[in-house]
Nanobody, 131 residues
């Protein structure tokens, strides 16, 4: 049974940092593209970052490039999203998701992460950036 569990969200001041974790079970993380998405109230879900299977290439949305870093620890079957220089507009529920074989290449080619390329989703973790 595939499960993804996010953790690490919380309240942080502008300019602060958080590290989100996505713990996977029921599958071997190394074999799959994994993505992070976010959804703010009243807005559409937005792809933030993804990491490819095996060769560990990364993709970032322009809105987070230079501030967020995605990584994976295969021994722990966990993907991380390090978020620095946080802004109020980063406030959202953050989700991790297991992608299809095409998910990473599609994001690189289109310049956007499409949620339909992702089959399994976690329950989300709230990130609030506010003073």
């Amino acid at each position: 049974q595939v499960q993804l569990v996010e953790s690490g969200g919380g309240l942080v001041q502008p300019g602060g940092s958080l590290r989100l974790s996505c713990a996977a079970s029921g599958f071997t993380l190394d074999y799959y593209n994994i993505g992070w998405f976010r959804q703010a109230p009243g807005k559409e879900r937005e792809g933030v970052s993804c990491i490819s299977s095996r060769d560990v290439n990364t993709y970032y949305a322009d809105s987070v490039k230079g501030r967020f870093t995605i990584s994976r620890d295969n021994a722990k079957n966990t993907v991380y999203l390090q978020m620095n220089s946080l802004k109020p507009e980063d406030t959202a529920v953050y989700y991790c998701a297991q992608g299809t074989r095409n998910a990473f290449r599609a994001a690189q080619a289109r310049g956007i992460m499409d949620s339909y390329e992702y089959n399994y989703w976690g329950q989300g973790t709230q990130v609030t950036v506010s003073s």
